[in-house]
């Protein structure tokens, strides 16, 4: 019986984030054309809500009109009753103020940007 809460679980999750999601509007950022830092260092784990943040190095991955997606170095993950789910995430940050950072995850229904990490211990790396 536990397998089918666990489906149950993730069936729920999955309808709940669909909604969330929008248009995947990133392009791939080339070194040449931005002067935003290559790397921003996570120098310790960082939740929003319950989705969880690894401390590490987010390199600098796309970008969108209105900001820069680095990526987690490992998962990013999700907890909930049904257990932990990794998903594929990282660290947005605004273009206009570099100092508002959220998370971002990927999910069933797009990319979602979750959470205000601005407060989180962090360092722009070069």
């Known amino acids: 019986m536990r397998t089918w809460d666990r489906a149950i679980a993730t069936l729920l999750i999955g309808v709940v984030f ?6 995947d509007r990133r392009q791939p950022v080339t070194s040449s054309a931005t002067t935003a830092p290559p790397f921003i260092e996570l120098r310790s784990n960082t939740s929003a809500g ?4 690894p401390r590490g190095l987010y390199s600098l991955e796309t970008q969108d009109q209105h ?10 993950y999700q907890h909930s009753f049904g257990g932990s789910y990794g998903h594929d995430g990282g660290i947005f940050v605004s273009k206009r103020d570099q100092r508002k950072l959220r998370g971002y995850v990927m999910m069933p229904g797009g990319l979602t ?7 989180a211990d962090y360092q722009f790396r070069y």
């Open 18 to 23: 669909a909604g969330c999601g929008g248009t």
């Open 113 to 119: 940007h979750v959470g205000n990490l601005s407060g």
């Open 67 to 76: 900001g820069y997606y680095y990526r987690a170095p490992g998962k990013v």
């Open 50 to 53: 319950t989705i969880h943040f």
